[in-house]
């Protein structure tokens, strides 16, 4: 039961870290990310409390997530703020509030998990993967001020970009582990 949860959260994170878009469209939707991580909360739920929150979260990202589908091209430079404009910008902020309140959840779950098999190297790799996830998401917001500084920002979108390669690979290898290592019930 643990490895097929902790194997849809690795899917679901997946789909949900990488974004292509073409012609506006997203090739790898994050509403089916979250709907991965719906499935897996499901399978882990009984491990740890924090699963119940990540759950209740999930339900609100899968909503958000309908609105990120589609994304009309900024074209000539600027800022792209959607479909509904000024009105999107407190979806924005819900969405990425939310959007931290439930990978923290789902990494204190796995962390809980860790600690109760005695993986005591995965709780501590938990602890730092959030860190990470949660630091580049910082980043990104700090990235919109940078925007206005457009030589300062090409290097910094840059650093982004790379740390964001390295630390979507190190969470999806995370989970990947946690799922050969804490296949035990509880």
Known sequence: ??????????WGFFFILLNFR???FDILPDIVGYIFLAFGIRNLI??????EQAAKYNV????????????????GGGINLGILGVLGIPIIIASFIINLLLVYSIFMGIKDMSQKLGQYDLAEESDERWNQYRNLQIALVFAFVLMFIPPLALLYFIILFIASIIITISILGF???CSENLNSSL
Do not use: C, E, T, V
């Open 46 to 51: 009984l491990n740890s409390a924090y699963f």
């Open 60 to 75: 609100l990202m899968i909503m958000f997530s309908i609105l990120s589908i589609y994304q009309a091209p900024a074209h």
């Open 175 to 177: 989970l990947r582990r």
């Open 22 to 24: 073409i012609q506006g």
């Open 1 to 10: 039961m643990n490895k097929s949860g902790l194997d849809k959260l690795f």
